[in-house]
């Protein structure tokens, strides 16, 4: 990893990232998750969880719970079924932000859905997606769900707001969240295309797909990670089709 503190940036490069491999999942963890604990990586602003997920096909997380934290699921390719135990379900695929609020408590199981019919053959790939966790608001609250379908036009080239509980964010492409100090942004950007980052307390820059280029900080690869503080204005610049991922928090777990 390479760390800044005195520009208040810190580069977490993904091969630095925790891993969990077994036969159906593929899984890289930008924080301290299940077996791999670091108490200096839990948490950045008041995001505790960035997981890079890839799940073989027919297979899946199975039936578990979750309690008291906000959970944003993108996927970048295939798709993936929810379910859980309020009677929401859903097909999540690229494009398709989701939002599940687990509140006071809630099951639910995530699967493969990546079949497809081509002709008279059938074939099937991993589904690849990230999911963020952030704490709420308060605690204890009816658990909850949200979708919905965000153009693809008005991700490329640009920063989209995808899910946000900030009361200033009224934008319609956003899914709410239960937590009014944070906000996740994407972007899909062709080389040579440039955004700004907002500017907040904590910024977490991921890097989902491809290559780009940070102001102040360098080139950044496909799972590479910055943790930025009291911090924006910043230029993400494409070197290669990519798509990126942007928390902007304007607190902390301590509510600093």
Not at 199 to 228: C, I, M, N, S, W
Request: hydrophobic share 35%; aromatic share 6%.
């Amino acid at each position: 990893m390479t760390r800044s503190p005195t520009d208040g940036i810190d580069i977490r490069r993904a091969a630095d990232r925790g891993s969990t491999r077994i036969s159906w999942l593929d899984s890289k963890h930008s924080f301290s998750f299940g077996g791999h604990y670091d108490p200096a990586n839990t948490h950045h602003g008041l995001l505790l969880v960035n997981n890079d997920d890839r799940v073989a096909p027919g297979s899946g997380f199975e039936t578990h719970p979750h309690r008291d934290m906000e959970i944003v699921t993108w996927v970048l390719r295939g798709s993936l079924v929810h379910q859980d135990s309020t009677g929401n379900s859903g097909v999540i695929y690229p494009g398709l932000a989701q939002r599940m609020s687990a509140g006071r408590g809630i099951l639910h199981s995530e699967k493969n859905d990546s079949w497809r019919l081509t002709g008279a053959e059938s074939h099937s790939e991993p589904v690849h997606f990230v999911q963020m966790w952030v704490v709420p608001d308060e605690s204890g609250k009816t658990p909850g769900y949200q979708q919905l379908e965000i153009d693809d036009e008005l991700l490329r080239g640009k920063l989209v707001t995808i899910a946000s509980g900030m009361p200033d964010h009224s934008n319609d492409t956003a899914i709410t969240i239960g937590q009014r100090n944070a906000a996740l942004h994407g972007a899909r950007l062709e080389p040579g295309d440039t955004v700004e980052l907002p500017t907040a307390k904590y910024l977490h820059l991921f890097v989902a797909r491809g290559e780009v280029a940070l102001e102040g900080a360098g080139p950044l690869q496909e799972g590479d990670a910055v943790r930025l503080t009291s911090s924006g204005g910043q230029r993400v610049t494409a070197t290669t089709p990519a798509e990126i991922l942007v928390w902007e928090m304007h607190t902390d777990l301590s509510g600093s």
